[in-house]
């Protein structure tokens, strides 16, 4: 199917915006255009969910014949399995997810012309398609493992396993629940069909959010790429090539994986750019010591800020500030390591994720030497 997927991103056009150089700060003319892409594919991810909840439920009311039960014998006894109808379930669920799929890599696409990270030129570009479609496909990017960096140290998985199936199953659980809920409210005085019909909203809720869903993390891996690049080699021209700063920072980009719990683009390509500027040589495993934030404690001033800039930055650099990285920010305040607010890193994560910027931060950890590179 993967090729079927780049076929289609093969055929999305190029359209001309007024775009500037900077990939992860936007002007009005790529807000405006981002905006009516957010619109449309909200409106259309929506429309797909309820059009799944009418075209199973409808037919099967009023087609009824074309939906016979299928007589099975098991172990001497005959049972009545609604086979014809699970097979048409089947298939319009299949055909709603590769509508979803398709709308997802238009996002990804028109979001990335609109911020100029697509063009004529390099849209053909191997690592650029890949980048498309696995934001579409919404892959996992878990290379980060080649560094030793494991986002699931001491989790524990059976319990990251149950939450993704429930997360996995959330629009079946929310229909469920409100249908139970009509049937108690207007007992049997409604009539299946209308009991059948009251999925749509959910439905339609659900995939307009993982729509959204869909669009943040596009915004934020595309314009990710100039800035995660960019303040790589500001750290760098700040920071010296010392042994103990490559400790340290290995552990930071550690640190950083188990508080977000996740694979992300973003961290990962991160890690890629600081490895490599800093030469630091990649483990099988990276076990990340308890006493970790002492140690950022006692860092002296300048690699202090450094090591919390890119904590902070990690925190946001998927567009949201995570349940357990506001208990981070809790814990690191109570210990003094620093004094940063939920409030001030959540208002950075949303400045990145709407293309306001990050100066303000940068400028505040990096310090007047920041200011004279970008001058």
Do not use: C
Not at 27 to 42: M, Y
Not at 189 to 216: C, E, R, S
Request: net charge positive; no cysteine.
């Amino acid at each position: 199917m993967r090729k079927v997927y780049g076929l289609f991103y093969n055929i999305l056009p190029i359209k001309n915006v007024q775009t500037d150089d900077e990939l992860y700060l936007l002007n009005d003319a790529e807000v405006a255009l981002i905006k009516k892409r957010e619109r449309t594919a909200i409106i259309a991810a929506a429309f797909f969910g309820a059009m799944g909840v009418v075209l199973l439920v409808i037919p099967q009311h009023l087609f009824p014949q074309f939906f016979p039960a299928t007589n099975i014998t098991l172990f001497g006894k005959t049972f009545a399995l609604p086979l014809v109808f699970w097979i048409y379930s089947i298939v319009l669920v299949y055909i709603e997810l590769l509508l979803l799929t398709l709308l997802n890599i238009w996002v990804a696409h028109e979001i990335a012309v609109a911020t100029g990270f697509l063009n004529y030129s390099n849209k053909s570009a191997e690592h650029k398609r890949n980048l498309m479609l696995d934001i579409g496909l919404e892959k996992k990017n878990k290379q980060v493992l080649q560094y030793g960096i494991d986002p699931l140290q001491k989790a524990n998985r059976q319990v990251i396993l149950v939450w993704n199936l429930m997360f996995m199953l959330k629009a079946t659980l929310s229909n469920f629940v409100f249908k139970l809920f009509i049937q108690r409210v207007f007992g049997r005085y409604i009539i299946q069909m209308v009991k059948d019909m009251a999925g749509i909203p959910i439905f339609a809720f659900w995939n307009a959010y993982g729509t959204h869903v869909i669009l943040n993390k596009a915004k934020i891996i595309i314009m990710g790429q100039n800035f995660i690049e960019g303040i790589s080699q500001s750290i760098y021209k700040v920071q010296p090539e010392t042994h103990e700063f490559k400790t340290i920072l290995y552990d930071t980009l550690q640190f950083i994986a188990i508080s977000k719990r996740d694979f992300h683009e973003n961290h990962f390509l991160l890690a890629k750019n600081l490895f490599a500027l800093y030469n630091i040589t990649a483990k099988d495993a990276h076990l990340l010591t308890d006493d970790y934030l002492d140690r950022v404690k006692s860092l002296e001033a300048k690699e202090k800020n450094i090591v919390l800039l890119l904590i902070i930055t990690g925190f946001l650099l998927d567009g949201k500030i995570s349940f357990r990285e506001k208990q981070t920010i809790r814990e690191m305040n109570r210990l003094g390591v620093f004094v940063e607010t939920e409030r001030n890193i959540s208002k950075w994560a949303h400045d990145f994720l709407y293309g306001k910027g990050l100066d303000e931060l940068l400028t505040k950890y990096l310090g007047e030497e920041y200011k004279a590179n970008v001058a």
